[in-house]
């Protein structure tokens, strides 16, 4: 898992090998100070020597100076190596994820890759910057404090050798017993995400049944959860300071104890004394940020193992090797097909469909809500695969064709159709990036959407909010048609496109099909039987089931469900009329 992480260091690693070595530089600086602080009271103050304090003075001084340079030095590589590292971190996740088929997304979900590229990202960030910090410094310095500190004088040394393992083990002590907190509290994240991204981007429907108490009690509970596992891990975290704080007082008191005995027999000086305590607090501390960084890194290895996750993640449609990148024609095929969304699913959600369609043939497709009907068309262009069996395209498996050539001849505009912020000639540029404007007037007005594009006042430079927010539901299903079209698909699918545009126009839209793009096959996946009354051949679909396949002059002979949504949908609209 290190190694496939580190990968993602790169350009960064001169920063991530500069910054220890800086640090190493600076805690060099910092333990001789003391050093030469004792000196300076020995040699100087104790004998008066003025010119000598001066001199080592400005020595001090200057080595102060250099310990501070190399400190902000190390501390900013440190930052940029850090920084670095997250950003190719999230790119390279980012990356996969572009990969990712649609049941990689199931298998995560949305609001968990979101966790995993933010909060899980900064975590690993973090402890990355601590890790080539505070733990080179740490031990560093404790190193280089006690042989200096052996070098003063060894028998003293020998308390903080005492010490130091007792400290030690209670700071462990506190970090191993917070962890469980800490890491309760970012799997609570995960979910207080969830909630947060709910919400927003479904703010409409929220407001539209008055749902904001019940959503706020929702974020109240995770929110309250949240801070119960922070204060609980806060709690033991407190010890650690005062813990600490003890055992510097304690050192400090046994070495002042024994070295006034040895300053009375001679063998120490006050200045000795006085770097003996710096040392015990450098020591001591370092012990504390050790005990601070391995809690980090605990709690970093769980986002660094989601973060692996998402890396390591392949796609469930894999590239074939020697890919066909030409489409022949427009016919489709399904020939014995078996379908399941996951392995987990029990039952297949499509099973045993075979189907010939002509390429140019207009497929309507009916029945009811969740009898499989996005399915069905999803595996054309091969957003699933299937379980079993094959679906063939122009005559060839989908699964030999290159992905990209695939997508490009099947255009589906899908039944939750979005629009991403940009203008509305950039979205319908998604189809086609090098279409001319003269291409982009000419799909729309196949879709029907030039018309209204032109009443607004910016025309095809309007600005499209987030989701589509300020363009209507019909006028988003047109938009999305046309961006299907300027593909120019040898097969098209429209998934339930037209359910919000009213009938006049999904009239028009079928009209200019017919006339303007015959050749191209058209799956009209529709709850209006006026949408697919002219097609060429209807799928009657139930409960994962073909029940129906032929002319809609036969199921209407032949087929009971297509039946009864004839009858009842024409009923309804002689009624309509009668009351006008
Ligand atoms: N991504 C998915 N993962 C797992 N199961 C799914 C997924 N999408 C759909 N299903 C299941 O597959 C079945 C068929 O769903 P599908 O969306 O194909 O129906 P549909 O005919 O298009 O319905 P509607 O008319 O409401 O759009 C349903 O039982 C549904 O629960
Ligand atoms: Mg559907």
Not at 84 to 106: A, E, P, T, V
Not at 111 to 126: C, E, F, G, H
Not at 232 to 259: H, R
Not at 500 to 510: E, F, N, Q, Y
Request: with cysteine; net charge neutral.
């Amino acid at each position: 898992m290190i190694k496939k992480l580190g990968k993602s260091i790169r350009e960064y690693k001169k920063y991530s090998v500069l910054t220890p070595l800086f640090v190493i530089v600076e805690v060099i600086f910092e333990v001789v100070i003391p050093f030469m602080i004792s000196n300076i009271i020995d040699f100087g103050i104790n004998k008066e020597d003025l010119d000598y304090i001066v001199r080592m003075g400005i020595f001090v001084l200057l080595m102060a100076a250099a310990s501070l340079f190399f400190g902000v030095m190390s501390g900013r590589f440190g930052a940029k190596a850090a920084a670095g590292f997250s950003k190719n971190l999230r790119n390279d996740m980012f990356d996969n994820i572009q990969k990712f088929s649609f049941s990689n997304i199931d298998k995560f979900t949305p609001a968990s890759l979101v966790t995993r590229m933010t909060t899980d990202v900064t975590n690993v960030q973090n402890a990355y910057m601590m890790l080539i910090r505070v733990a080179i410094r740490s031990p560093i310095m404790m190193l280089f404090a006690m042989i200096m500190a052996f070098g003063v004088n060894a028998n003293l040394a020998l308390i903080y050798l005492c010490l130091a393992p007792l400290l030690g083990v209670a700071l462990f002590f506190i970090a191993a017993k917070a962890f469980p907190y800490f890491e309760r509290v970012f799997k609570r994240y995960d979910r207080l995400n969830t909630v947060v991204q709910e919400n927003v981007t479904n703010v409409r429907v929220v407001k539209a049944y008055v749902r904001e108490e019940e959503e706020n009690k929702k974020f109240k509970e995770i929110s309250s959860d949240v801070y119960t596992q922070f204060r609980a891990a806060e709690k033991i975290v407190a010890w650690n300071s005062p813990v600490m704080q003890f055992a510097v007082y304690t050192c400090i008191i046994l070495i002042s104890w024994f070295a006034s005995h040895y300053i009375v027999q001679g063998t120490m000086t006050t200045g000795q004394l006085t770097s003996m305590i710096v040392y015990a607090t450098q020591i001591l501390s370092s012990l504390m940020m050790l005990s601070m960084v391995y809690v980090m890194l605990l709690m970093a290895r769980s986002s660094a193992e989601r973060i692996y996750e998402v890396l390591t993640e392949k796609s469930s449609l894999t590239n074939c090797d020697d890919c066909i990148c030409e489409v022949a024609d427009g016919s489709v095929e399904f020939e014995n097909v078996n379908f399941a969304y996951s392995d987990k699913q029990e039952k297949y959600v499509l099973s045993d469909v075979n189907l010939k369609i002509k390429s140019g043939e207009v497929v309507g497709i009916i029945g009811g809500t969740g009898s499989s009907k996005s399915s069905l068309v999803s595996l054309i262009p091969r957003l699933y695969d299937v379980s079993e069996g094959c679906v063939k395209v122009g005559g060839v498996d989908v699964r030999k064709y290159d992905l990209k050539c695939l997508r490009d001849q099947v255009a589906v505009v899908l039944q939750k159709n979005v629009l991403f912020s940009g203008t509305i000639a950039q979205n319908l540029r998604w189809g086609n990036e090098k279409a001319s404007n003269e291409e982009l007037v000419r799909v729309c007005k196949l879709a029907q959407a030039d018309s209204f594009i032109k009443e607004f006042p910016e025309g095809y430079e309007t600005y499209i909010e987030q989701g589509g927010t300020n363009v209507s539901g019909g006028q988003k299903q047109r938009l999305g048609i046309a961006r299907a079209l300027l593909k120019k698909p040898k097969i098209l699918i429209l998934d339930d496109s037209t359910s919000a545009v009213d009938t006049k126009t999904d009239a028009l839209i079928r009209t200019a099909f017919k006339e303007e793009i015959p050749d191209t096959t058209k799956f009209i996946i529709a709850q209006r039987i006026s949408s697919v009354e002219n097609a060429d051949k209807i799928i009657v679909l139930d409960g994962g089931k073909v029940v129906g396949f032929g002319t809609p002059k036969e199921m209407l002979e032949t087929n009971e469900i297509y039946r009864d949504i004839y009858y009842t949908q024409n009923r309804g609209g002689e009624e309509d009329v009668a009351k006008n």
